[in-house]
């Protein structure tokens, strides 16, 4: 039976890949296919007397129906066995522990158990060196035999269990042969161990047992860690990693075992991080440079390329996975590099190219892969930026990558990239909060209204530009649809950072020509800007920017009678009632003259 969660093809109870328990689905066949016999015969009773069909003759047995009138219900689906129904589906769980994870334990504690074994009877000398590495390939090649003889008998499971025993002996042995007894150069075992890799995952590929391609791919990453790794030629080490990564990548396409994509990456570095720590030298910069693009490709592109020619459907944690190892690739070259500037933000450059130029090739084919693609693309330009350009001027790009990257969520109607959106809405708003924190620090007299202004003012109005721009776009509909919370999130966040901008821009002012008004100042600002606030909720008849405005105005009151009474000189102490007494008049004659419109009249 065809697994309905991972397309793989089962002759038991439980899927061999999964564990998900067949049974249930089948009887559900069975009961869908009784339940539609039922309706048939109930729709024939309650039609009109003199529509009912006439009684059938023996003879139309022979097109599906019974002696008695009856039609018969359609064989049960192929594979569907009256003993599955014995066992309960609650007991799926407990029996794919029992059957899969007590097994990999097992067979686990069985290779550790060879392992101290063989150690034991290297150190006690009870055979030859040759003789006891003879003895393990002669062993591990027995057990993959049996594998098979189990896998013929249809003995799920267990043929699994003892492949990976036999691969995890050959690993063993090729370890031993090189690093205990040094019978055979590195090169040659890291040789031997790649073959004895090769035949794990053509046994799981045959077998469609990606629980042994994982464990096949495990032992092949250990081997470096285990070995002498200073013995390796960097071209010898790096080229070893790249076969593993290649054939993983080739494996999880070939079989659409995505999971081989994750543990091909993660072990990779792993890898390279070790090696780099321990071993790296500065003359090998060009192995490991190439080496580097080399994963980029793999790992950054590769996922998506089964999804594009086999026309599947998309992968989010591909696009996590894809991000992830980009940045990381952005970053090794950069410490390989030392940190230079201009070629640094060269390799960023050709990794966005490289992505947006290949979403903008399959746009018309698969246009959830390739906004996934172009969405990588606008990632790593805005790494670019920020190695390119000065602090001051890098958030007018975030800006930009928001609207970007929100055009491309919507279109493609992704919840992750929208909520890949909003973390970097987030990050733009809080852009810049450095410097409010700095303005109410002792020291704020350094900071004043003309010291870079363009290019504050522009960063200011860029930010609450993409917010309010992003909000609009998406409750207009104006790409692809609505999105609530979304559109709600970006205009509170646009707007409230419109009120911040203003307030650090109006403390600057005060502090460089009129700090005597500093105080009476923030009042009348928070007035007319709740005054602001008021005229749009009424207007457009938005009940969040009325009750904002009302907060608004009870908090300056408060700042007014408990402050600004006692702070300021007379004058301003003036102003402020007088501004503030004023608006909120105004705003009651507009609560007063608009009240039937609020109340949707």
Request: proline content about 3%; aromatic content about 14%; glycine content about 8%.
């Amino acid at each position: 039976m065809l697994c309905p969660k991972c397309n793989v093809e089962s002759e038991t109870r439980f899927c061999g890949q999964c564990g998900l328990d067949l049974g249930v689905y089948q009887e559900l066949s069975a009961l869908r296919v009784e339940l539609e016999s039922l309706r048939l015969q109930l729709s024939k009773f309650a039609a009109d007397p003199s529509q009912r069909p006439a009684a059938p003759r023996p003879e139309t047995s022979k097109t599906g129906e019974g002696d008695d009138g009856m039609a018969k219900p359609p064989p049960l689906p192929a594979g569907y066995r009256q003993a599955d129904r014995v066992a309960p589906a609650g007991n799926s769980a407990e029996l794919a522990v029992g059957q899969k994870w007590f097994l990999g334990i097992g067979v686990l504690v069985l290779i550790v158990g060879i392992g101290f074994f063989l150690k034991y009877a290297f150190e006690q000398e009870w055979l030859g060196p040759s003789v006891q590495i003879a003895a393990g390939f002669l062993c591990g090649v027995v057990l993959l035999f049996l594998g098979s003889i189990c896998r013929k008998r249809e003995l799920r499971g267990l043929d699994v269990g003892i492949g990976a025993f036999g691969l995890g002996t050959l690993y063993l042995s090729s370890y031993a042969a090189s690093q205990v007894h040094h019978l055979l150069p590195v090169g040659l075992a890291l040789t031997l161990i790649l073959i004895v890799t090769l035949i794990g995952a053509c046994l799981s590929s045959l077998w469609m047992a990606q629980s042994l391609a994982v464990l096949t791919f495990l032992g092949a990453y250990l081997a470096p860690l285990l070995f002498a790794s200073e013995q390796f030629n960097p071209w010898v080490f790096l080229g070893y990693l790249a076969i593993l990564a290649l054939g993983g990548l080739f494996l999880a396409y070939a079989n659409g075992w995505r999971v081989l994509y994750l543990i091909g990456a993660a072990l990779t570095w792993l890898a390279l991080v070790d090696w780099t720590q321990t071993l790296y030298r500065g003359s090998w910069f060009m192995e490991a440079f190439i080496f580097t693009q080399v994963l980029f490709v793999a790992f950054s592109l590769m996922p998506f390329v089964r999804s594009i020619l086999r026309q599947e459907s998309g992968w989010g944690l591909g696009f996590v996975l894809a991000v992830i190892n980009g940045l990381l690739c952005c970053w090794y070259s950069a410490r390989l590099l030392d940190y230079q500037k201009t070629p640094e933000s060269l390799v960023s450059l050709s990794y966005a190219i490289v992505c947006l130029g290949s979403g903008l090739l399959v746009w018309q084919r698969k246009r959830l892969i390739s906004s996934w693609l172009i969405a990588q693309g606008m990632t790593f330009l805005l790494v670019f930026w920020a190695q390119v350009l000065s602090n001051d001027w890098l958030p007018v790009f975030w800006s930009a990558e928001v609207v970007v990257l929100y055009w491309i969520a919507a279109k493609s109607d992704d919840r992750l990239l929208l909520f890949g959106t909003t973390i970097l809405g987030f990050l733009v708003f809080f852009e810049g909060f450095s410097d409010s924190i700095g303005l109410v620090s002792p020291s704020r007299h350094d900071f004043f209204f003309t010291t870079n202004f363009l290019s504050r003012w522009v960063v200011g109005i860029s930010v609450v530009g993409s917010l309010l721009f992003v909000s609009w776009l998406d409750q207009t509909r104006r790409v692809h649809g609505i999105h609530p919370r979304f559109s709600r999130v970006f205009e509170a966040l646009g707007i409230l950072r419109l009120f911040v901008f203003a307030n650090v821009e109006l403390l600057r002012f005060a502090a460089q020509f009129m700090r005597e008004i500093e105080v009476a100042a923030f009042s009348v600002l928070w007035s007319l800007f709740a005054v602001a606030l008021m005229t749009v909720g009424v207007w457009f008849r938005r009940k969040a920017y009325r009750l904002s405005a009302i907060v608004l105005l009870f908090a300056t009151v408060l700042k007014v009678f408990a402050y600004d009474t006692a702070e300021v000189s007379t004058p301003y102490r003036i102003l402020s009632c007088m501004v503030l007494g004023a608006i909120l008049v105004v705003v009651s004659f507009l609560y007063h003259r608009f009240g039937e419109r609020l109340a949707g009249k």
